[in-house]
T-cell receptor
Framework: EAQVTQNPRYLITVTGKKLTVTCSQN?????MSWYRQDPGLGLRQIYYSMNVEVTDKGDVPEGYKVSRKEKRNFPLILESPSPNQTSLYFC???????????FGDGTRLSIL | GQQLNQSPQSMFIQEGEDVSMNCTSS?????WLWYKQDPGEGPVLLIA?????ELTSNGRLTAQFGITRKDSFLNISASIPSDVGIYFCAGQDAPGGGADGLTFGKGTHLIIQP
């Protein structure tokens, strides 16, 4: 089954404790992207990757890092999480950046 | 990033009614997409539009790419309980994607009263 898989689905942690949210897709997609979803603000892009070893900032990249060492994986890294990064995060992938994206089921992060 | 104005923000309708929602932008998009998000899940693509003036249907859903390329609407006919959810429009503004990827509207929350 074609899917985008995120882990964990839920995480409660404390300020400053590094965390990584993994994203994996099995569709051989080149383009992958991370979004955060907040009430009243909709979906905002954090980072995206056009292909392996090619990443770039989206609209709200501050406080986040990403890597794309393999085509299927695109982890989101919060080196020193802060409460304002409490949000619902979605990973998405597509064959190209101008193709419709397939979304994972989301990761709800709570930073205390 | 660019801004999309999606309306209405929420809709309370009776089962069986038709639904209409739209998105507008101050700038041109090359692609319009409509997604639906159910609680606890990620957005799922409903309809993709690639040409100005294009009208596309997917079952009871119909969407159009505005002729000015600055707007799009989504209609749902004869609503049923499983239509409940949040509907998002998204615009793609650059050939090949470029830096901005997708710009999303803030969503229309559809609530259906039995």
């Amino acid at each position: 089954e074609a899917q985008v898989t995120q882990n964990p689905r839920y995480l409660i942690t404390v300020t400053g404790k590094k965390l990584t949210v993994t994203c994996s897709q099995n569709m051989n997609h080149e383009y992958m992207s991370w979004y955060r979803q907040d009430p009243g603000l909709g979906l905002r892009q954090i980072y995206y990757s056009m292909n392996v070893e090619v990443t770039d900032k989206g609209d709200v990249p501050e406080g986040y890092k990403v890597s794309r060492k393999e085509k299927r994986n695109f982890p989101l890294i919060l080196e020193s999480p802060s409460p304002n990064q409490t949000s619902l995060y979605f990973c998405a992938s597509s064959f190209g950046s101008n193709q419709p994206q397939h979304f994972g089921d989301g990761t709800r992060l709570s930073i205390l | 990033g660019q801004q999309l104005n999606q309306s209405p923000q929420s809709m309370f309708i009776q089962e069986g009614e038709d639904v209409s929602m739209n998105c507008t932008s101050s700038s041109i998009f090359n692609t319009w997409l409509w997604y639906k998000q159910d609680p606890g899940e990620g957005p799922v693509l409903l309809i993709a539009l690639y040409k100005a003036g294009e009208l596309t249907s997917n079952g009871r859903l119909t969407a159009q790419f505005g002729i000015t390329r600055k707007d799009s609407f989504l209609n749902i006919s004869a609503s049923i309980p499983s239509d409940v959810g949040i509907y998002f429009c998204a615009g793609q503004d650059a050939p090949g994607g470029g830096a901005d990827g997708l710009t999303f509207g803030k969503g229309t929350h559809l609530i259906i009263q039995p």
